[in-house]
């Protein structure tokens, strides 16, 4: 098996060719200078947050084996966590993980810190209140997300604000190397894979790089990726479909696709396909910004 680390990297990338040369043809890529003139690329860290909303309870995730533990936390006293660790390395076991937090809706007032937004990279369905369908990811060093691809099987624009972030991806056809585990998790560890009970991974073909503070990473539809924070780390996504997109997922519903999968990839259908509004459809789809997968 070898490992790459030959990933694209554009500086500021139009959005015409980045539908065209990476959105069309199904290939990653990471985008530099774009948003360089954020704010939050200045302004946020775990302090920033713990004065804005100190008492706001949010979610934390720990992920083992076979399993994903939730636990909910105020900022306060998640900030307080991160702290202790980053400062005392003999702390061995890993604070939660904040994945997949909807903090724009939480905290309202960050989303003046990333303008301008990169709005003409997403298809104009999602231009309405586009903060709606970000996740943030936060936590300290050392945290990973196993290896797994995005549950609706959607692009996936992934903006790092803080701290750097090591992926290692694989393209969807070499998803049959990596010994799935239910729907979209593998058993593989791509930074330490075991080929005595996972030999057909020497076939994979992974890519492994790091992703910088104000870095965009896009990831194409079906992109397995385990991801581990170098530092503490503050970063959110859009995963979003494509009229192409979510009809191609729609159609794996026969293949394995949970049904609550499913009835959102329908919901998008709908949106982007037959042109409901998404001031009706979020009102079915806002469910999946909490739908632990």
């Known amino acids: 098996m070898i490992i790459s680390s030959e990933i694209e990297r554009r500086y500021k ?7 065209i040369n990476y959105v069309e043809q199904g290939k990653p890529v990471i985008i530099s200078n774009l948003i360089s003139s954020w704010d939050g690329l200045n302004k946020w860290s775990f302090a920033y947050f713990q004065n804005l909303s100190p008492h706001l309870n949010i979610y934390a995730k720990k992920f083992r084996y076979n399993q994903i533990d ?17 400062n005392n390395h003999e702390i061995n076991d890993l604070p939660p993980y904040c994945h997949d937090l909807p903090l724009f809706e939480l905290i309202p007032s960050l989303i003046k810190d990333v303008q301008p937004f990169p709005l003409d990279y997403l298809p104009k369905w999602y231009w309405y209140k586009w903060w709606r369908y970000c996740q943030f990811f936060m936590g300290s060093s050392q945290n990973i997300t196993p290896l797994h691809f995005d549950c609706l099987i959607t692009n996936n624009i992934f903006f790092q604000i803080v701290g750097r972030k090591q992926f290692t991806i694989l393209l969807p056809d070499d998803a049959k ?5 239910g729907w979209r998790w593998f058993l593989v560890d ?3 894979p075991d080929y005595n009970k996972y030999p057909q991974y020497e076939n994979a073909r992974p890519i492994k790089f790091i992703v910088n503070p104000g870095d965009i990473l896009y990831m194409p539809p079906g992109t397995l990726h385990h991801v581990r924070s170098l530092d503490m780390s503050i970063s959110f996504n859009i995963d979003w479909h494509t009229n192409k997109s979510s009809l ?3 159609a794996t519903s026969m293949r394995g696709m949970p049904v609550q999968n499913s009835y959102y990839n329908f919901l998008l259908v709908m949106g982007l396909v037959f042109k409901i509004p998404p001031q009706i459809i979020f009102n079915f789809y806002k469910s999946y910004l909490n739908y632990v997968s």
């Open 13 to 19: 990338l139009s959005s015409n060719e980045f539908k």
């Open 190 to 192: 791509p930074e330490n």
């Open 70 to 86: 939730l636990c909910s936390i105020t900022i306060d006293e998640y900030a307080k966590l991160i702290e202790k660790f980053e």
């Open 177 to 181: 190397y990596c010994y799935r585990q």
């Open 248 to 250: 191609s997922a729609l």
